[in-house]
């Protein structure tokens, strides 16, 4: 057994270039058995070997510590999104060719927008209504009342098309949110109609809302950094103490308690304030740039970040120390946990 264990700490120690990160590397097999995950792949350098030499959607299966590919179309893949009620579950990907939708937990796959929608770059699904849909294009939102059968634009208020973004308010799903490439914009009547936020920076890279306190936003920017309301979008703050760079990356902790933000070469910063003030709590100084964060809802303690083309890193201690965790070459868009 000590044998097996010291090959594969040797391993992993081969994996991150021969160096310790930050605290030094975990014992892949110490790791107490976990939980199941999956990973969005948008593209791929090339420097991974197998099945895994593609994009699409990945899973790491209970107690594994490698990731499957589930579904390789062979196109660019930017987001996930799943509705579920009762024994009712669809999967949905944001794809460079639409959305697919699974009805069968991803053993298959079909799409279900239109020519007019082309690249979806992310799908918010309301919790009443499994025919309620609102994607975020390049060419603006769109909505389906009908489960993807009819799509149609909502651009009513925005003076920009190119749409990364689209969240529904946990509090009220007829309020939703898109982060476009000139401000975020809100909704009151379901996307009908929109109005500017006045962030006070453009192309808004990824936006959040505080789990609890929904009054609470938070934006990452392409150059500006981070920045965070406490009053619904009537003021903006910058967050404290974070380089003026590409944000990619936000997300919380289920409690609400710590916040979470990286971006191009900044490292894995941290909040205590909500967004207000921010700490660095990881450098990795070897990664180009983080472009999504997990925390895994029950164990505020387990962090996963996504990179752009260095696959996926994980901490069990709060981001105290931290190992490779696979899909090697990989830009990693979205990390999700499957019970």
Same mark, same amino acid.
């Given at each position: 057994?000590?044998?097996?264990?010291?090959?594969?700490?040797?391993?992993?120690?081969?994996?991150?270039?021969?160096?310790?990160?930050?605290?030094?590397?975990?014992?892949?097999?110490?790791?107490?058995?976990?939980?199941?995950?999956?990973?969005?792949?948008?593209?791929?350098?090339?420097?991974?070997?197998?099945?895994?030499?593609?994009?699409?959607?990945?899973?790491?299966?209970?107690?594994?510590?490698?990731?499957?590919?589930?579904?390789?179309?062979?196109?660019?893949?930017?987001?996930?999104?799943?509705?579920?009620?009762?024994?009712?579950?669809?999967?949905?990907?944001?794809?460079?060719?639409?959305?697919?939708?699974?009805?069968?937990?991803?053993?298959?796959?079909?799409?279900?927008?239109?020519?007019?929608?082309?690249?979806?770059?992310?799908?918010?699904?309301?919790?009443?209504?499994?025919?309620?849909?609102?994607?975020?294009?390049?060419?603006?939102?769109?909505?389906?009342?009908?489960?993807?059968?009819?799509?149609?634009?909502?651009?009513?208020?925005?003076?920009?098309?190119?749409?990364?973004?689209?969240?529904?308010?946990?509090?009220?799903?007829?309020? +939703?949110?898109?982060? #476009?490439? =000139?401000?975020?914009?809100?909704? @009151?009547?379901?996307?009908?109609?929109?109005? !500017? %936020? /006045?962030?006070?920076?453009?192309?808004?890279?990824?936006?959040?809302?505080?789990?609890?306190?929904?009054?609470?936003?938070?934006?990452?920017?392409?150059?500006?950094?981070?920045?965070?309301?406490?009053?619904?979008?009537?003021?903006?703050?910058?967050?404290?103490?974070?380089?003026?760079?590409?944000?990619?990356?936000?997300?919380?902790?289920?409690?609400?308690?710590?916040?979470?933000?990286?971006?191009?070469?900044?490292?894995?910063?941290?909040?205590?304030?909500?967004?207000?003030?921010?700490? +660095?709590?990881?450098? #990795?100084? =070897?990664?180009?740039?983080?472009? @999504?964060?997990?925390?895994?809802?029950?164990? !505020? %303690? /387990?962090?996963?970040?996504?990179?752009?083309?260095?696959?996926?890193?994980?901490?069990?201690?709060?981001?105290?120390?931290?190992?490779?965790?696979?899909?090697?070459?990989?830009?990693?868009?979205?990390?999700?946990?499957?019970?």
């Amino acid at each position: 057994m000590e044998t097996t264990r010291s090959v594969i700490l040797f391993a992993a120690t081969l994996l991150l270039g021969g160096t310790s990160i930050s605290g030094g590397l975990i014992e892949l097999a110490s790791l107490p058995k976990q939980e199941g995950f999956y990973a969005v792949v948008f593209l791929n350098r090339g420097q991974v070997t197998g099945n895994t030499r593609t994009v699409g959607l990945f899973k790491r299966a209970p107690g594994d510590t490698t990731w499957a590919n589930q579904y390789q179309p062979g196109l660019l893949t930017f987001g996930m999104g799943k509705w579920q009620k009762g024994a009712t579950l669809r999967r949905y990907l944001c794809m460079g060719n639409g959305l697919h939708r699974s009805d069968d937990d991803g053993r298959s796959w079909r799409v279900v927008t239109d020519w007019h929608t082309e690249e979806v770059l992310s799908v918010a699904l309301d919790p009443r209504d499994s025919a309620l849909l609102y994607i975020g294009t390049p060419f603006g939102v769109f909505k389906s009342t009908d489960d993807g059968t009819h799509w149609t634009k909502k651009m009513q208020g925005m003076k920009k098309w190119f749409v990364k973004n689209v969240l529904l308010d946990h509090a009220n799903p007829d309020i +939703l949110y898109a982060g #476009a490439e =000139d401000d975020l914009y809100r909704s @009151t009547d379901r996307g009908e109609h929109w109005t !500017p %936020l /006045h962030v006070g920076a453009q192309y808004i890279e990824v936006v959040i809302q505080h789990p609890f306190d929904v009054q609470r936003l938070l934006v990452g920017t392409e150059d500006d950094a981070v920045r965070v309301t406490t009053n619904g979008g009537r003021t903006w703050k910058a967050g404290i103490g974070l380089p003026k760079t590409a944000f990619y990356g936000l997300c919380s902790s289920s409690d609400g308690r710590t916040m979470y933000c990286g971006g191009y070469k900044t490292g894995l910063w941290k909040s205590l304030d909500g967004g207000l003030s921010w700490s +660095l709590l990881w450098p #990795a100084s =070897d990664i180009e740039a983080i472009f @999504t964060i997990f925390v895994h809802p029950e164990d !505020p %303690l /387990h962090l996963m970040v996504g990179t752009s083309g260095q696959g996926i890193y994980e901490s069990l201690d709060g981001g105290i120390s931290w190992l490779y965790a696979g899909l090697r070459g990989c830009h990693v868009k979205q990390i999700a946990f499957y019970p």
